[in-house]
């Protein structure tokens, strides 16, 4: 038997590793992307100054492994063998969970995953021994879930919500206020102020707040910080804003990037400190209880887990062993680079194209705030609404910069997200509370970005229904948690050993699994023809830069097209599947083009106005190939998903001979852009005609056996709508050459001319 607990307790330190990895990679994003989104400093750098953070906090948080032994349930009302049941069950679930929402790509919150983990099993576990008991019923639960601790944490996770949100906005408006966004111009005063304020504020907190929980700090240091708080506060403000001021006018350092490095310290400590309960809490309680159990020589049934309810340190070797792995994993997994994006988009200074949808009630809040915000106008005096309006009038940049090296928000907004966030997480890690620090980041950035108007008229309506559907993913992954955890503990508790090895197994083949299917996904992104926004702001250099996207369409409509018609042939649904999907892709590629269309033109020089009636054709021929190739994809499969009639042998070779006409054009015109031989256009041109008697010869060849041999009605709808579309994909390819033929003949020759004279 005690074989069983020794197999769980080994099975559990590879879950802690694996979860550490996890987690890390899915909250990477709470720290990062800050500092990642302004661009303040390399990311080499900010990523030497997170490793260090996180390996500060995690030697910090022994004080919070007491959520996973006794936050949530009683431990006392559980004997051995069922503690170690809830234990196997939280980590099995934990990871599998987090993992599949790192393969997404979505931030999710580790602190609500373990938290609903731990109550789904343990009341799983506790409503099997009140069944099997008669003298207790369902209104017994009670005794053993920690009720009064359980609901403290759960409405401090949803109370962070609107705590984190409110207060990133005020603290952001105000400091916009002092500092506007031409804030470099401000006097040196004004950003040690800023300074001394942020800094001191957040040593405060990481130091006083989170300094007791440290095991590794000397009883009197911390009786010397914690005892003098307010002379400490003081101090500290009076130093860090002499010492700004100084580093502004004597040093060529941003005073704002430095906030923004010790910011992302700070907040990497308190991530560190908070969050690494939720890796190895658990695993961490296990071995307490076994420790516990193994000494007393009681049947595991028989040994009420009373111990788990003392107050125990964590060795410290065990805390510095999970920091390490902390750090590794933040330089090395791909995943911990891959969450950014969605709380860094939605915080967007500028337009870029939405992921969300709007809906009803993200319409319905936008309208309710634009009524607020006028009638709060109106009371407003025109002076007042004169000076806020001037603070908020963004500073126009002289240097041209191309849009994806542009930050996505100044370093005053990325301070001000550090400060607030790194404030609110150690306050909880100071009273003990597992806020997710998820949940604030990202609400600290939500509330920073609507006080810097980043939700404007164009952008708002998808902004919020974006925050909207975040927030919804983090209760769907309580109920997931919950529901998960509980299904586990009662698959372990009624299968033991077999259940775990089945369980563990599963584990592992849905982990290499979903790293094997990341790795795929990665390698594909990076080598997929990609489409790049114009940034050129003359005609010719536009006429360079789109050459790389033309050749990527055509080439890209040369297997597209290829494939649809070895669908066809070959009765591949599966192929024709991936195809359709494949043109839905480059659809919305070219859609992402024509979006950028109002900055491009913006870029554009007085003299080259020109240039925007080149791009805005190309864009519209690029798109109209990738409408033929959609309907021919489309169709195409849903004749064959439908079960239709095959198509005869005949159309089958003719499609093929079109097909090879098709790839030698197709061909030809990449050469040519690929090689920018733009004389070899005209060359390709020269085949218009000879293709299109081709098809039109196709087309009257099928009419002739529509009135004599044809059968099928589907057949002949699905062959004369190929046809046609050919044709339509023939002409939007030949009309985008010509454009492009004719647009680089008359910017060439001129230079040409005055070199022979």
Not at 322 to 331: F, K
Not at 388 to 398: L, N, P, R
Not at 643 to 648: D, S, V
Not at 722 to 749: F, G, I, P, Q, R
């Amino acid at each position: 038997m005690e074989n069983l607990y020794l197999y769980m307790l080994i099975a559990l330190a590879f879950l802690a590793i694996a979860d550490l990895v996890v987690g890390v990679s899915n909250d990477a994003v709470n720290f990062l992307n800050s500092a990642i989104g302004s661009k303040a400093v390399s990311f080499k750098t900010i990523m030497i100054v997170a490793s260090l953070g996180v390996a500060l906090g995690a030697m910090s948080s022994s004080g919070m492994m007491e959520v996973a032994r006794k936050g949530i349930f009683n431990p006392g009302e559980f004997m051995f063998d069922e503690i170690m049941i809830v234990f196997m069950a939280v980590m099995i679930t934990d990871i599998l969970l987090l993992d599949f929402f790192n393969t997404l790509g979505l931030p999710t919150s580790t602190t609500v995953s373990i938290v609903f983990e731990l109550l789904g099993a343990s009341v799983c576990i506790a409503t099997l021994k009140i069944y099997a008991d008669d003298d207790q019923s369902l209104l017994d639960l009670g005794n053993y879930i920690n009720n009064e601790k359980a609901i403290e944490i759960i409405l401090g996770i949803l109370l962070s919500v609107g705590i984190a949100f409110t207060v990133g906005a005020i603290i952001q408006f105000f400091s916009r206020l002092l500092l506007s966004f031409n804030f470099d111009r401000k006097p040196p005063l004004y950003g040690a102020l800023f300074s001394g304020m942020a800094v001191t504020s957040i040593l405060y907190f990481i130091l006083i707040k989170g300094i007791k929980n440290a095991t590794f700090m000397n009883a009197d240091i911390k009786a010397l910080i914690t005892g003098h708080p307010m002379e400490l506060i003081g101090i500290s403000f009076l130093v860090f804003t002499l010492l700004s001021f100084l580093i502004i006018n004597f040093t060529k350092n941003n005073i704002y990037t430095i906030v923004i490095i010790i910011g992302t310290f700070a907040l990497a400590v308190a991530f560190a400190g908070n969050d690494l309960v939720n890796f190895i809490g658990v695993p961490i309680a296990a071995f307490n209880s076994y420790e516990s159990w193994v000494s007393s020589g009681i049947l595991p049934s028989n040994y009420a887990m009373t111990a788990l309810g003392e107050p125990v340190q964590t060795k410290p070797f065990l805390l510095l062993i999970a920091g390490l792995i902390m750090v590794l994993t933040l330089w090395f997994s791909s995943k911990a680079k891959a969450v950014v994006k969605t709380s860094v988009d939605l915080s967007r200074q500028d337009n870029v194209k939405e992921r969300f949808e709007p809906n009803s009630l993200s319409r319905g809040i936008v309208r309710m705030s634009i009524l607020a915000s006028e009638s709060f106008n109106r009371i407003l005096p025109n002076s007042t609404k004169a000076f806020i309006e001037k603070q908020f009038e963004e500073a126009k940049s002289t240097v041209a910069v191309k849009r994806e090296d542009k930050p996505a928000f100044d370093l005053v907004r990325a301070a001000v997200n550090l400060m607030v966030a790194s404030v609110l997480i150690s306050i909880a890690t100071s009273m003990k509370l597992p806020l997710s620090t998820t949940y604030v980041t990202f609400m600290v950035a939500m509330g920073t970005s609507l006080a810097d108007r980043a939700w404007g008229s164009e952008s708002a309506v998808y902004r919020v229904a974006g925050v909207l559907n975040v927030i919804g993913g983090w209760f769907l992954t309580a109920l997931s948690a919950f529901t998960a955890a509980a299904i586990m503990a009662l698959i372990l508790y009624y299968g033991r050993g077999y259940a775990l090895t089945v369980l563990l197994l599963l584990a592992i083949a849905l982990l290499t699994k979903n790293y094997l299917s990341h790795r795929k996904n990665s390698k594909v992104l990076k080598e997929a023809d990609s489409l790049q926004k114009a940034e050129s702001s003359s005609i010719q250099g536009v006429i360079v830069e789109s050459a790389s996207n033309i050749a990527s369409v055509v080439n890209r409509s040369n297997k597209l097209y290829t494939s649809a018609i070895n669908g066809l042939a070959t009765q591949n649904l599966k192929l024709l599947k991936k195809n359709k999907n494949n043109v839905e892709k480059l659809s919305d590629e070219i859609d992402d083009l024509r979006d950028n269309i109002f900055y491009f033109i913006k870029n554009l020089e007085e003299p080259s106005v020109s240039a925007s009636n080149f791009y805005i054709n190309i864009l519209g021929y690029l798109q109209d190939m990738a409408q033929s190739l959609e309907y021919i994809s489309k169709t195409s499969y849903k004749h064959v998903n439908n079960n239709h009639k095959r198509l005869k042998f005949s159309q089958i070779k003719e499609l093929k001979e079109v097909d090879e006409v098709m790839e030698r054009l197709f061909t030809d015109t990449r050469n040519a852009f690929d090689a920018n031989s733009f004389e070899d256009i005209g060359l390709v041109l020269n085949e218009k005609t000879v293709i299109l008697n081709l098809v039109t010869e196709k087309i009257q060849r099928q009419v002739e056996r529509t009135r004599s041999e044809e059968s099928s009605p589907k057949n002949t709808t699905l062959y004369f709508g190929l046809l046609l579309e050919t044709k339509d994909l023939l002409n939007a390819t030949m009309s985008l050459l010509e454009e492009y033929h004719n647009s680089h003949d008359s910017n060439v020759e001129p230079a040409t001319i005055k070199e022979e004279d």
